[in-house]
């Protein structure tokens, strides 16, 4: 059912969006309940993760005085970061297109 008011620049994108969606990955299936589960607990297992990381991080960096010490543990910690989205998100992949992952 049209409306007589123009669209807004939000619902412009937003329909652009879906198209270039529905290209992209062609249709789109809905999730099984296993498949909601495996990702819950690659979601679960991700923020795990990072909190075990960031209490590390911090008990080691109040610990440190050292300038280049604080500087690698900042590398170390930013490249965990990266590595535990990283596999989050190849393991939602993974779920979303029917391999089972853990």
């Known amino acids: 059912m049209p409306t007589d008011r123009p669209k807004s620049a939000v619902e412009l994108v937003?329909?652009?969006?879906?198209?270039?969606?529905?290209?992209?990955?062609?249709?789109?299936?809905?999730?099984?309940?296993?498949?909601?589960?495996?990702?819950?607990?690659?979601?679960?297992?991700?923020?795990?993760?990072?909190?075990?990381?960031?209490i590390l991080y911090r008990s080691t960096l109040a610990?440190?005085?050292?300038?280049?010490?604080?500087?690698?543990?900042d590398a170390n910690y930013r490249r965990d970061l990266a590595r535990f989205v990283s596999t989050r998100d190849r393991k939602i992949g993974l779920v979303r297109k029917g391999d089972q992952a853990e």
């Open 14 to 54: 937003m329909e652009r969006l879906r198209k270039q969606d529905a290209t992209a990955s062609g249709e789109s299936t809905p999730l099984t309940e296993d498949q909601k589960l495996a990702i819950a607990a690659a979601r679960r297992s991700y923020e795990a993760n990072v909190a075990e990381a960031e």
């Open 63 to 73: 610990a440190t005085m050292d300038p280049e010490a604080r500087h690698q543990l």
